[in-house]
């Protein structure tokens, strides 16, 4: 079991410009949530999806924030345009169900830097 | 609301017994988890409780009160590598995704 996939490890653009991350699920589990992480405010919860279906985008901080599930084993998340503020490392986790007594398994994450 | 508090740092010695102390206020609580999350790496699972009381795992112990929304974990015989972030995390409001606490950071020392 290859665990969850995220693409790339690391993104380093220029303001203003989109940036797109990846996330591979682990097979047979059918829920996946996308947080961000930063000192200040810690693990944030942006969107989750159960079967490919978005469940809750309320912790998408804004429009210029989206996040697509094509298929049953693949997501994105998207930034356009991006800023400085959104610097951040940003993990997918996967799990078997969409209750909360499922344990998550998460990606290696995405470091993103915005100057 | 949801509210997760948990101590920002703590520091130990090697050998030594750490208790990481976490309340919580959610109105759709399905459990408590705790990851931990080495600097630079991915959070990893540690431990779930669901109903009251003790739930041991080798050298790391879980506790949850849910009438006291409040939850410990206890780490005995210390070691370098357990330095570490540890997480406390409950369910949402829906009881359909986790919120996690802020981490507290354990420091271990020789």
């Known amino acids: 079991d290859a665990g969850v996939i995220q693409s790339p490890r690391h993104e380093v653009t220029e303001m203003g410009q989109e940036v797109t991350l990846r996330c591979k699920l682990i097979?047979?589990?059918?829920?996946l949530f996308w947080y961000r992480q930063t000192m200040m405010r810690g693990l944030e919860l942006l969107i989750y999806f159960n079967n490919n279906v978005p469940i809750d985008d309320s912790g998408m901080p804004e429009d210029r924030f989206s996040a697509k599930m094509p298929n049953a084993s693949f997501s994105t998340l998207k930034i356009q345009p991006s800023e400085p503020r959104d610097s951040a490392v940003y993990f997918c986790?996967?799990?078997?169900?969409?209750?909360?007594?499922?344990?998550?398994?998460f990606g290696s994450g995405t470091r993103l830097t915005v100057v | 609301g949801q509210n997760i508090d948990q101590p920002t740092e703590m520091t130990a010695t090697e050998g030594a017994i750490v208790q990481i102390n976490c309340t919580y206020q959610t109105s759709g609580f399905n459990g408590l988890f705790w990851y931990q999350q080495h600097a630079g790496e991915a959070p990893t699972f540690l431990s779930y409780?669901?109903?009251?009381g003790l739930e041991e795992k080798g050298r790391f112990s879980s506790f949850l009160s849910r009438s006291k929304g409040y939850s410990y974990l206890l780490l005995k015989e210390l070691q370098m590598k357990d330095s570490a972030s540890y997480l406390c995390?409950?369910?949402?409001?829906?009881?359909?995704?986790?919120?996690f606490g802020k981490g507290t950071t354990l420091s271990v020392s020789s």
């Open positions: 986790a996967s799990s078997q169900g969409v209750g909360a007594n499922y344990g998550y398994t």
């Open positions: 995390a409950a369910s949402n409001q829906a009881g359909t995704a986790l919120i």
């Open positions: 097979s047979g589990h059918n829920s």
């Open positions: 409780n669901v109903l009251d």
